[in-house]
């Protein structure tokens, strides 16, 4: 399978304050395909997530080392905007967060922030992201209500619709179905097979089954190392390390 | 087996659960008839002189019974008015700088704004007096007192309950609404502005009403500002407040003005009543959405 990369992670480390979150991550994600990371609770998986988008600079004392680089470009050089930064790689969260306010200015929003669209434009947009985020149907006839009166499960697809607003390359997801029912998880697994077509996604998921169906790449992470990476087929199919096998087993995590 | 019948120990539980109960709930009953007792005294005492033409007269010396306390709601209201101006976009400010900043100076502040609420409202008033009303009457004999100094003395009053109401209700919100909003590149301000703040709004609100409800009710530190007024006088002289007229009345030697004072405390709980209940219903409709 020949693809472009989108995404380059060299010699990565991360410290909260003295205590050492990744250890030398290297990895290539492959353009337009689903990448997911898996491994138990504080392996560092969601860590790194937020490393790709710089989420992490807020955090007090926290430091990284290493050059993650996004299509050829240092994300952290001196010359990126970490907003325009956020704008190219969107994020959807664990827990649906809408924000206190109807649901067209919900999808707005981001719009309004990078002033991609007015008027007209923007309606057409925000009706897009919506239809992409396959929650249109379902929130065409009350755009102007409270984003808060929906069920968990829209609430994550409008977070999705959100995110798609401000047209991303990358989009990050970190356990994004760990809230919903299974009903709700099946429609975001099927939305993000689609947005593979035009995105690059992302994600962390603790549910290893949604990872073998959803995804190209697989990454395991243990102990804040990125124990083994490779296509799913092979990570779920034929893992090369012992400690892989023994976590997609149930052995242990 | 274990036995499923009552042990002494069970019983001693019983008891001493039953007696804390009571010892609760007869604290609580002591606390509302304290302010029953005061609401229903001031209520009889002063519905007497409750009508309308209260309302909408000034005071008259020669017919007492005629007069009315017009001047000193509105001079109230104005007042509150200007401290409202005054301290809410002051403390919101800080508030949000209390929030956000970390560091030395931030601590400072926090701690010289506790100092600043602990002063006596007296000192404040006088503060005022020193700084602004002597001068200007230095310069100006006859002039000085004003309405305007009052609504400052009580807008610095108000100042560092705005703020700490901001402060921690900014810090109810949660880590991953603001999380959410940066995640799209929006930035800090834009998001503090348009996201975090609207979603603290009911809190602050309240937090800004119950500010307002304690500072209605200062007498001290008008005495030093706004000097009181028998007449309507416009906001940059000498005015008249709820809590001065009450001071007057209650110390004179008229009868009917001696109960004319109780109407007039009552006209002022009852203004301070409908600002904390319009603050607890901002409060419950915004738990709601």
Redesign the interface.
């Known amino acids: 399978m020949q693809t472009t990369t989108c995404v380059t992670v060299q010699n990565v480390s991360f410290w909260y304050g003295s205590n050492q979150a990744l250890f030398d991550i290297n990895m290539t994600i492959p353009q337009h395909a689903v990448t997911a990371f898996i491994g138990p609770s504080g392996c560092g998986k969601s860590t790194f997530l937020r490393c790709l988008n710089r989420m992490n600079d807020r955090i007090d004392g926290s430091k990284m080392t290493g050059k993650i680089e996004l299509s050829g470009q240092d994300i952290r050089d001196r010359s990126v905007s970490v907003e325009a930064l956020r704008r190219t790689v969107g994020m959807v969260f664990q827990k649906p967060v809408p924000f206190p306010m109807s649901i067209y200015d919900n999808v707005a929003f981001g719009p309004r922030t990078h002033q991609l669209a007015r008027g007209r434009a923007l309606d057409e947009l925000v009706e897009k992201c919506l239809i992409d985020a396959a929650l249109w149907d379902e929130v065409k006839d009350k755009l102007k209500s409270s984003a808060m009166a929906l069920s968990g499960g829209q609430q994550q697809r409008l977070c999705i619709a959100r995110t798609l607003s401000v047209s991303p390359d990358v989009i990050l997801m970190d356990e994004p179905c760990s809230a919903l029912d299974p009903n709700s998880t099946h429609r975001i697994e099927e939305l993000i097979t689609r947005l593979k077509n035009a995105y690059t996604v992302i994600i962390v998921t603790h549910n290893l089954q949604q990872a073998k169906r959803i995804s190209d790449m697989t990454g395991f992470f243990l102990r804040g190392e990125l124990v083994e990476f490779g296509s799913s087929e092979t990570v779920f199919g034929t893992p090369a390390r012992k400690e892989t096998d023994d976590y997609i087993n149930g052995r242990f995590g | 087996m274990t036995s499923l019948a009552s042990t002494p120990v069970l019983f001693q539980r019983r008891v001493l659960n039953a007696l804390f109960q009571a010892l609760c709930g007869i604290c609580a009953i002591i606390a509302i008839a304290v302010l029953g007792y005061v609401l229903w005294f001031l209520f009889r005492q002063g519905i007497t002189y409750f009508k309308p033409s209260f309302f909408t007269r000034l005071p008259d010396n020669v017919n007492p019974a005629l007069g009315g306390i017009k001047h000193s709601i509105l001079g109230s209201v104005n007042i509150l008015g200007i401290a409202l101006g005054i301290s809410i976009p002051i403390g919101i400010l800080s508030g949000i700088y209390q929030a956000e900043a ?1 560091g030395k100076l931030c601590q400072i502040v926090r701690f010289l704004t506790d100092v600043l609420n602990g002063i006596p409202s007296i000192v404040i008033g006088l503060f005022i007096y020193a700084i602004w009303i002597l001068p200007y009457a230095q310069k100006h004999p006859g002039q000085g007192y004003s309405g305007i100094a009052g609504g400052a003395a009580l807008g610095i009053m108000m100042i560092p309950l705005v703020m700490r109401t901001t402060d921690e209700m900014l810090h109810l919100v ?1 880590q ?2 603001w ?9 800090r301000w ?1 998001t503090m502005l ?2 975090v703040l ?2 603290a709004r009911n809190g602050i609100v309240t937090g800004i009403m119950l500010a307002l409800a304690r500072v209605a009710g200062e007498t001290a530190p008008l005495l030093f500002t706004v000097l009181g007024n028998e007449f309507l006088g416009p906001i940059t002289g000498p005015v008249d407040a709820l809590p001065l007229r009450l001071y007057k009345y209650a110390t004179s030697s008229d009868p009917v003005q001696n109960a004319m004072a109780w109407s007039t405390a009552l006209t002022l709980i009852l203004i301070i009543l409908i600002l904390s209940i319009l603050a607890r219903f901002l409060t419950r409709a915004g738990k709601r ?1």
């Open positions: 970390n949660p991953s609404l999380d959410a909003s940066l995640a799209l590149g929006t930035p834009r348009f996201v609207p979603s959405s």
